[in-house]
């Protein structure tokens, strides 16, 4: 028996439509059925499914940084971030001398500050009773290393000090220490 060129395509293309339609009949059509059984328990079981699961892990995560975002909005509201301005010229002095720098002059300066901090400016009054931050301009004499422990202690510091500014004047003989000119508000 010969086949004709037709026969063998046919052929050809029934062995694999041949063995699809087998592997749904044997394995696949049994898995589906499994499965789809399993849901159902599960349903009626009132067992959660994989993204509602996802979904509550979310939601504790987002609660537990609410809870850390609240807990430090309390400790700021305590004692940190009230406006003090002697206290925070205390801590600054305090903080120069602990690092060995030389506290050679302070004023206060009229400094007009980036707009964004500027719009900060009535909300900060209103939760410090009224009072405003204002700019000082803080006079140092020490090296790059303390001046740069100084303001790392700034920003753990229990007092309302911002750092805008950090100047470097080198004396006449190029002599060290320099002065530092260090802008706060506070």
């Given at each position: 028996?010969?086949?004709?060129?037709?026969?063998?395509?046919?052929?050809?293309?029934?062995?694999?439509?041949?063995?699809?339609?087998?592997?749904?009949?044997?394995?696949?059509?049994?898995?589906?059925?499994?499965?789809?059984?399993?849901?159902?328990?599960?349903?009626?079981?009132?067992?959660?499914?994989?993204?509602?699961?996802?979904?509550?892990?979310?939601?504790?995560?987002?609660?537990?940084?609410?809870?850390?975002?609240?807990?430090?909005?309390?400790?700021?509201?305590?004692?940190q971030?009230?406006?003090?301005?002697?206290?925070?010229?205390?801590?600054?002095?305090?903080?120069?001398?602990?690092?060995?720098?030389?506290?050679?002059?302070?004023?206060?300066?009229?400094?007009?500050?980036?707009?964004?901090?500027?719009?900060?400016?009535?909300?900060?009054?209103?939760?410090?009773?009224?009072?405003?931050?204002?700019?000082?301009?803080?006079?140092?004499?020490?090296?790059?290393?303390?001046?740069?422990?100084?303001?790392?202690a700034?920003?753990?510091?229990?007092?309302?000090?911002?750092?805008?500014?950090?100047?470097?004047?080198?004396?006449?003989?190029?002599?060290?220490?320099?002065?530092?000119a260090?802008?706060?508000?506070?």
């Amino acid at each position: 028996m010969k086949l004709s060129q037709r026969e063998k395509w046919m052929f050809a293309i029934m062995v694999p439509v041949l063995t699809l339609v087998i592997a749904e009949l044997v394995w696949l059509r049994p898995l589906r059925t499994r499965a789809n059984d399993a849901t159902r328990e599960a349903t009626a079981k009132g067992l959660p499914s994989a993204w509602q699961l996802q979904l509550a892990a979310v939601q504790a995560d987002v609660q537990k940084v609410k809870d850390e975002i609240t807990a430090v909005r309390a400790q700021m509201d305590a004692s940190q971030g009230k406006l003090d301005h002697g206290a925070a010229l205390k801590e600054v002095s305090k903080l120069c001398e602990e690092h060995g720098l030389a506290l050679v002059s302070s004023a206060q300066e009229n400094l007009t500050v980036h707009q964004e901090l500027q719009a900060a400016v009535p909300l900060i009054s209103e939760r410090n009773g009224g009072v405003a931050p204002e700019a000082w301009r803080i006079d140092v004499r020490g090296g790059y290393t303390q001046v740069k422990k100084l303001l790392t202690a700034l920003s753990t510091s229990k007092a309302w000090i911002v750092p805008l500014q950090l100047g470097m004047k080198m004396d006449e003989e190029g002599q060290t220490p320099t002065t530092w000119a260090l802008t706060l508000w506070l």
